[in-house]
């Protein structure tokens, strides 16, 4: 995991910023592997670790609620779930009065965008309102922005550290707009106002967590990270691929009776909501999404 001070590395200049710590340090310093594993820690434990609590929105697969449970050293998290209603989208006057509901003054709030696993995309005025709730009560955001480049009209896209950089941890990586899956190499741009003091310290909880990246994954980061047209008409059109697929089958799912799907902004997903077939499936003793997914998978033809 890179991490640099957001006063030096906007959202705009990170993959220039990788590009040249990777070229200047064989073994990296200031960097880590990532591995979003059950089995290893990465940067969210060592966010996790600084704050009282720390909540985020559902659906969201963001986390692993019974890893992590184990693993912020009983720190409590919170879910606040979202409504079909608004979209699935976290509203305001909601994450207000939750943040009201909590006793600490200290919180840190999770939030994807685009979003897995709705495909949403949050709009710059919709940050903004969410922005105004958290400078209120003092919230800082950890904002998982590894799936910004596939934002299916990428104009819309605004991160969040854009417009709250004195509040936000920004995260991205190689795995998703890159298709890198398995290059565990992830970025994190810091608060602005964080200085030294906030630098240091997240050094001091890194050196005890990390290893430094795999020399290979440093030099294809360098060629993936660097600006180029070949890269950018790549991104346009694995952005086009995944709007087309995203949207065609959303809408064949919305054809079936009984099943809302929402439809994709951006990433490589949709959400399914099955609420209006659950008593039928509870009376075929299908009580959970893996039980469903294998009855699929075993009666791909039959009615379930």
């Not at 998703?176 to 810091?190: F, Q, T």
């Amino acid at each position: 995991m890179l991490y640099f001070d957001a006063i030096k590395c906007k959202s705009k200049s990170i993959p220039l910023q990788v590009v040249r710590v990777l070229k200047n340090n064989r073994r990296l310093s200031r960097a880590a592997a990532l591995n979003k594993t059950k089995k290893e820690p990465n940067i969210y434990f060592s966010l996790f670790c600084s704050f009282p609590d720390l909540f985020c929105s559902f659906p969201d697969l963001f986390l692993d609620f019974t890893f992590f449970s184990h693993t912020t050293l009983d720190k409590p998290w919170y879910v606040l779930p979202l409504s079909p209603e608004n979209d699935c989208r976290l509203q305001p006057e909601d994450l207000d009065t939750f943040l009201r509901s909590l006793p600490q003054k200290q919180h840190l709030l999770i939030l994807n965008n685009p979003n897995n696993p709705t495909g949403h995309l949050y709009t710059q005025k919709e940050l903004e309102a969410l922005i105004q709730v958290c400078r209120r009560h003092g919230t800082l955001v950890l904002a998982d922005e590894i799936y910004a480049l596939t934002t299916y009209s990428i104009k819309e896209f605004t991160s969040i550290g854009s417009l709250y950089p004195e509040g936000t941890f920004v995260t991205g990586g190689l795995s998703k707009d890159r298709s890198a899956g398995g290059y565990r190499l992830g970025v994190c741009i810091l608060p602005s106002t964080g200085g030294n003091a906030l630098t240091q310290a997240f050094e001091k909880m890194a050196a005890t967590l990390y290893t430094s990246i795999p020399t290979p994954i440093q030099r294809a980061a360098v060629s993936v990270y660097s600006e180029s047209e070949e890269m950018e008409a790549y991104f346009q059109i694995t952005r086009e691929i995944h709007r087309i697929m995203g949207r065609i089958i959303s809408t064949s799912c919305n054809k079936i009776p009984g099943l809302k799907a929402t439809l994709p902004q951006g990433g490589f997903y949709f959400f399914l909501d099955f609420q209006a077939l659950a008593e039928g499936f509870r009376q075929k003793g299908l009580k959970t999404s893996n039980q469903l997914g294998l009855e699929l998978l075993d009666h791909p033809h039959k009615k379930v």
